[in-house]
């Protein structure tokens, strides 16, 4: 308990934002409050060293830290997170500290008629019937012939319209208030929403006239790091606008464990509800205004997530998901009134989540299984979604298997020097030849502020093909270029000068940033590996390959079998399949079997416990190497690198 | 609109209540605001003159009216409906103005055990599955072998114990947010409630250890002039107490097409819902402070009223109720939190009502079918339910076609110059020699205050038998007793007199009495004659006649026989079956598949409009005589009054 009261005032630049803040509060507390996205990938531990600002004016409090340099230091960087306010600040948070929004890459994320057709051409098509319909129904005047009163009169309509048994239709006291009135006002022609609530089908709302045509829903992929909303007209399953933001849940930590242990510790699970309902409303009322439709038109949101983000989006106790057994509160909530966790729709509107399978393996896979009809195949077939955690499925219409990699959060930007996340400025292909000259493609084609995780894995795989370093990951002695120097903390390569930075500093790649990644592809690779081993196949019988998360949209596939975080695999066999969790949402959102199918995938997939599997820590060793210990595995990475 | 802003101080006597109100405002406003409840039957009208008072001091404007007499008006006595407050009153309640909710009889209500068991004695039982359950389980813990999500594991438990299958179970977010704690804390042996909301299950509430004991329920009788409730223990179905009130809508209108009026007219959906909610609430609270129970532990309330009070429960619409085709807004509310209306129990507790007919024929009546299983026997029955209005229902198991009737609120005692309801003090049996000797019974064997239903129709029937009328219901010319006077207002018969009565009044029968009571049997038998006759049947087919309602208790069957508001049926045919509208209402409390039994009665039931039936007009007029203007339809009425 303390009983200091001192505010001081921290005025952030460029941007001229201030705010007040108590005495000991850290600077990066302070860019929080003024709504400043600092890049602050470990959540304000110290450990990332991504929240770097310069420090103009005033009095702090700084801890140590390795992620200063004494040049940094003398031109007054310090770290947000370490720094506690303690007088009048002026802080100057420079570019590559930034986080922000603007920068999210949505636009090619594929449209629901895009690449997704290709996956699944051929499969079964679902019945055109969104969770949410509005039904358009004329309805016969009352006589003194026929009495039926008002409410038993409109679901006889429904019934025959919308062919939903009787006993199954449900409604609300706010449609049955106002029906007599509406139902002579409107001459007996109304539309009806109908919103599928799993073993009954409710009443929502009931309009005067033909209004079938103003049904609008919003999927949502509630991403650990940014959140993706898609608008969709669900009366002819279009979508009309996508809209991203960062989930401002990373003000408290960038992992979802971290966030767990914020919350937990905070008791904190409403704000972190809070939190994620303010960023989807944001989205959703961006969307709306955007299209000039009404709020009111929103009948129903589905949203695809990981565990801990479908607990937090309802508000539920994450706890046990990070203790052994690892167990969700629910793997499965029913719909709920979207009201209910502050989502803002139509007052009536329906919140729809996709199943997850375990605690680490959410509705964002479930709803990834869904979007290519994994169950739906003869051929044996991978799912692998890398997102701030990596989830790998296994399996056919006829079984699934699945497992969640710790891949660490290297392939984010995350703990790696130059990491960051893929953004305009990020360096995304790496190219080195022979004599170490290295051409750089950034998002955007702007000048490089940090490299992605495209951009990292190829990197990886263009410095051990250019022999710059050996299949330990270790830089090779006597390397003769400029680009190769120790500095205090080991040896480094430079990728790109500073004088060709937006960051006016070098971008380099160090020994630590190598063996951090070589840790996150072995984590990947041995949990595929162990996967198809458990089920007593080889990689051979994998007919396909499909990659989704925004990572894979952007990575170069012979360099991540180069790497060994794929398995040596044909090329031909590995199919991009972007954000697959949206993809998902919308299918279930379009059609109400679809919503159902995602109920039965997870159901019927089988997790895998890789932190309890032997096999998994013995795989994970041997795939420290590039691409492993036993390159007989890798039999087309040895011909390329001419291993003997 | 009026500047009018003074407002006076209206004192009431005996009880020294005081209450400030508005010039121009009626004593009997002034009486609701004191919350004293005066006799207004017929809801401020100024026609049923029951609402008399003293005016001690004070200036008032009040209106002519025929209600008082000359001696009266000397004394002071002015209608309480009919008198404006222009300045400070002293105002005396007398006696028989009172309208005291001591007096409501339950405690001659038949049990569930009671009179009920003969009636449906060797029909099939229901499965003892009340509406609220609740469940005690030992659930397996998790482990890395077993790590099933908490809401899941809890779910399988409810499925296998409770038998339930999964995909009809649902919940609520207050259950799943603290589902993991609670489980952990009680070691997984935990008590479920479950409700059933007709499509689905939903999991109320869950509780450490086994509570499952503690499990309680209502059932409320929702009728226009009581409200009456009973507490029950659900988990072993026993009636472990019961209470009463006065509908306080009473002050809106006594029957419920003034309450209709004053609803509509004063877009008082809202209040005419407070009103009876606070009633309902008030009933709840007694039951359960007298029992010691927790209002926590209600999980359940059900609820049988008439199609209008149905509305004003859930705030629905009533306006249609009384517009041709006379609709309900719905005739069935599936089951709703008990909160969203106001009634307060468990924060998740839930509400039920029973299924109406349609606008003339209510919940009460297919509780009261439910109650007697007139769905389940061979026999063709008959249901009288005589309350406020009148409804009948013929039938067996096979086929059933119901009526209600306008029959006045004669006898409820309104329209009758010393009519009172059946409470303390009434007459409720009445013998009349061939000397004119009169013997009378009351309620409570206390000194009369008024005559109640039971005791006119006694009345009638011993003046027809006696002579002192003739068969059109006119007295006999030349009577010689004292018994017999004239006054200003016409011919009336003298009961009790003064010198014997609590009111200190002389207690009459007068002409206009008779003939009002005449118009009611005869509006009871042409419905109920009417109904038979529509069959293709005739009284002889009666196997059964079932008298429902707290009229019911109290008649003298032969008497109701000669006046001809019965058919002419042997009395061992009849039987009286109390208040089978909280019957019915427990039944379903208890029984989840009787509930579902009621919905099925309900939507199998005829409704016949007798307003539009011409065959009814006819069968009306001629019934309005003694016992009936064809007199071989009532033979041994013939035989009784020696009709050659």
Redesign the interface.
Known sequence: MTLENSRYKVHFLPGDVSVEIEKGKTVLDASYKGDLFINALCGGDGTCGKCKVILNTGKVDSLPTTHISEAEAKQGYVLACRTKVMGDLEVLIPEESKLDKSQILISDYPQFSGSLAAATSGLEQFEKKPLVRKIYLELSP???D???????RLCQGVMVHANVPW??L??N?TV??R???LLRDAHWKVTATLGYR???VEIMEVQAGDVSAQNFGIAVDVGTTTVVAHLLNLSNAETIDVEATYNSQIKYGDDYIQRIIYAVQNNA?EIMQEVLVEDINHLISTLVKRNKLSIHDIGAVVCAGNTVMTHFL????P??IRR???????????P?KAD??GIKINGNGLLYTLP?V??YVGGDISSGVLAIRLDKVDAVSLLIDIGTNGEIVLGNKDWMVCCSASAGPAFEGSGISCGMRAAKGAIEKVTITKNFDVVCKTIGNTPPSGICGSGLLDCLANLVRSGVIDRTGNFQKGIDTERFRKTDDGYEFILVDKNETATKKDIVITQADIQNLIRSKAAIYSAISTLIESMGMGVNDIEQVYLAGGFGNYLDIRSAITIGMLPDISVSKVQFVGNTSVIGAKMSLFYKDAYEVAQTIASKMT?F?LM?NNKYMEEYMSANFLPHTDIEKFPSVAEELMVP
């Open positions: 009352p006589s003194l026929d009495c039926m009163a008002d409410y038993e006993e199954v449900a409604t006291l049955l208030k029906l007599p009135t799993g073993s009954s699970m309802f508000g539920l106790d706890t046990n052994e057994p690892y167990l969700p509160s629910a793997s499965f909530v029913p709920i209910d966790v997850c375990g605690a997790y416990d309890s």
